[in-house]
């Protein structure tokens, strides 16, 4: 079984920064790729960026302000945000593509999420 915890939210003023981890463990032989989600009340989980051996992709709402990474030795991917604004208010998650084997499939994973609050 795999697992992803996400930490790092919490509350900040509109124009500072915020870093968010999440941490995969448990059967993994490799991740494929990971994604960081957010979702406010009553709207949809959007899209924020994803981070693969083919690079990065980001939102157009959080480009030029936000950054993914990634440490492969750690099984870990961050999300370092910068010049928060109030719209950026949300739950955000992680989600990990994981292979579990060699010769295995990979599949879906998600995080519990991590609330991220912005005050203006």
């Known amino acids: 079984q795999v697992q992803l915890v996400e930490s790092g939210g919490g509350l900040v003023q509109a124009g500072g920064s915020l870093r968010l981890s999440c941490v995969a463990s448990?059967?993994?032989?490799?991740?494929?790729?990971f994604g960081w989600y957010r979702q406010a009340p009553g709207k949809q989980r959007d899209l924020v960026a994803t981070?693969?051996?083919?690079?990065?992709n980001y939102a157009d709402s959080v480009k030029g302000r936000f950054t993914i990474s990634r440490d492969n030795a750690k099984n870990t991917v961050y999300l370092q945000m910068n010049s928060l604004k109030p719209e950026d208010t949300a739950v955000y998650y992680c989600n990990a593509d994981v292979k579990t084997s060699g010769w295995g499939p990979t599949y879906m994973h998600w995080g519990q999420g991590t609330q991220v609050t912005v005050s203006s």
């Open positions: 981070i693969s051996s083919g690079g990065t």
């Open positions: 448990g059967s993994i032989f490799s991740i494929n790729a």
